[in-house]
């Protein structure tokens, strides 16, 4: 038990050192882009403007991210600002942050057009179904139709948005330990294996909870987003104020 205390402490410290210095590169990112606009007629290059706006967004974003990675370290939970929330708005702007990645590996995205309201934080919300998108996108493989698919279910109390991707898959040992920090998948491909034990945390704070399904290597994955559904949990939020 010592041990493991000793471990917390220092998964702490390390997460409050590297926090802080992740924080100053990205306030050079935006102030950079910031001046972007300064030397060039802005109002002339509307694409420029546009990816300006994404790459604010984009730091925003990741400040978020820190954000919640040092408030998991220092109480264990994320506390969010919820409100009423348009997810296809949301997932519109998730597909535009990944849009020269779709391009690059000429993806096809269709994203269902009556997606259900998530009451939820908006950024929390825009970090998950951005979480799935760039996974899907990561581990596409060389699949010679690359295709994701946004669509949802749903039930009595709640509603179940999908993510479907007809890429590398999963076996059933990764599924496993999928939500597991630190752990990596595919040697091949970048990452810490932190992004989506941050969206199960995440999808728990909401109420509600993430799944993961795969046929098998090479036969595609979904990921499932399971939340209450939006009138459900703003009646019960104020339920809770008022008691």
């Known amino acids: 038990a010592d041990h493991l205390e000793t471990m917390n402490q220092e998964i702490q410290r390390f997460t409050f050192a590297v926090s ?11 102030g950079l882009a910031s001046l972007i606009p300064s030397e ?4 002339e290059h509307p694409l420029v403007e546009e990816y300006l706006n994404l790459i604010d967004l984009s730091c925003n974003n990741m400040n978020e991210l820190i954000s919640d990675i ?9 506390e ?15 597909r535009d942050l990944i849009k020269s990645k779709l391009g690059k590996k000429n993806i096809n995205l269709t994203i269902a057009n009556d997606l259900p309201p998530i009451y939820g934080d908006r ?14 996108v990561k581990y596409m493989g060389d699949q010679p139709n690359p295709k994701i ?3 949802y279910e749903e039930h009595d109390e709640t509603n179940s948005f999908l993510v479907h991707d007809n890429g590398s898959g999963l076996s059933k040992t990764d599924l496993k330990k999928l939500f597991t920090p630190f752990e990596r998948f595919h040697q091949n491909v970048e990452g810490t294996g932190l992004g989506l034990y941050m969206i199960k945390k995440i999808a728990i704070s909401h109420g509600g909870s993430i799944t993961a399904e795969s046929k098998g290597k090479g036969k595609g ?3 499932k ?19």
């Open 20 to 30: 802080h210095d992740l924080k100053s590169p990205l306030s050079n990112i935006k």
């Open 40 to 43: 060039m007629p802005i109002e």
């Open 70 to 78: 040092t408030e998991i370290a220092r109480l264990g939970k994320i």
């Open 80 to 94: 969010n600002r919820n409100e009423l929330l348009k997810t296809n708005e949301i997932l519109n702007l998730s």
């Open 123 to 136: 950024n929390r919300i825009i970090q998950v179904f951005g979480n799935f998108l760039d996974n899907a």
């Open 149 to 151: 698919i946004v669509d």
């Open 221 to 223: 994955t979904t990921f």
């Open 225 to 243: 987003l399971i939340l209450p559904k939006a009138k459900i949990a703003a009646k019960q939020a104020k339920k809770n104020l008022t008691s």
